[in-house]
């Protein structure tokens, strides 16, 4: 899914994998009862007029991370976090387009995450939004702790490649994408932790985005520094912090 700097947004997955013991299934639910969207900036609230005036800052309603308006092959690695209470569910991804685009097109790729009274599951997925997201054919095994290598690539603005590599396991998937009808716009570039407006959101704790990267079509590659930091904020509260510069780091606020 993506901004212009940096950006905080999590919420997207496709390959299951049932961590902790009785872990729900719920790979049939995930196509159906989640996607991704484009960013929901906030705008006009008082309450949040200082904040988002200052440097690289702002808010939204469903994502946290950070963006830039970058092109190209956007990565982002991260340690699986253990989710917690409240239940629901909770998506990390990186993505190009979806925050300033105006054709609301974003390639993206990344983990769902779920928690259920005590049960917690794992996902991957891919998805070219406005397209439903869609699980890999192959799906690679994804536990807490293991270390998560995504990557987006656009070819060009109709087509591209996902890439999501367990390095702890040495597993991995892609997937070769192509939509005419939905052309990316090639301005930003994202590293994201995402609430779906489909489902409850719950305590994924910390990810923290490091080697990410994005490649401009100079050839030059830039880090998140300087991005925008985007924070989620829903029903009057501020429910993750930002931080990093070489790296991303996004926190659940209880």
């Known amino acids: 899914m993506i901004f212009g700097s940096l950006l905080t947004a ?121 397209d439903y997201p869609h699980f890999y054919s192959s799906p690679i095994a994804i536990r807490a702790g293991d270390i998560i290598r995504l990557t987006v690539t656009a070819s060009s603005t109709t087509s591209g490649t996902t890439l999501i590599e367990n390095l702890t396991t040495g597993q991995s998937e892609s997937q070769s994408l192509s939509y005419p009808s939905y052309p990316l716009c090639e301005q930003n570039a994202e590293w994201i932790v995402e609430d779906s407006s489909l489902a409850p959101f719950c305590n994924f704790g910390t990810v923290t985005f490091s080697s990410a990267s994005a490649y401009l079509h100079s050839g030059k590659i830039i880090s998140p520094s300087g991005a925008v930091q985007v924070n989620m904020y829903q029903n009057g509260k501020i429910l993750t912090s930002v931080s990093g510069s070489d790296m991303v780091t996004v926190k659940y606020v209880p």
């Open 10 to 130: 999590i919420l997207l997955t496709t390959a299951a994998f049932a961590a902790p013991e009785g872990a729900i299934a719920h790979r049939s639910h995930r196509s159906a009862s989640r996607q991704s969207n484009p960013v929901q900036r906030l705008s006009g609230n008082t309450s949040l007029t200082a904040a988002t005036n200052a440097s690289n800052v702002a808010y939204t309603g469903t994502w946290a991370g950070a963006v830039w308006n970058s092109y190209l092959p956007v990565t982002g690695t991260f340690t699986v976090p253990t989710p917690s209470a409240p239940n629901g569910e909770a998506a990390v991804w990186v993505g190009i387009d979806g925050y300033t685009c105006t054709e609301a097109a974003i390639l993206q790729t990344g983990i769902d995450m779920y928690y259920n009274n005590g049960a917690i599951t794992y996902d991957s997925w891919y998805e070219w939004y406005p």
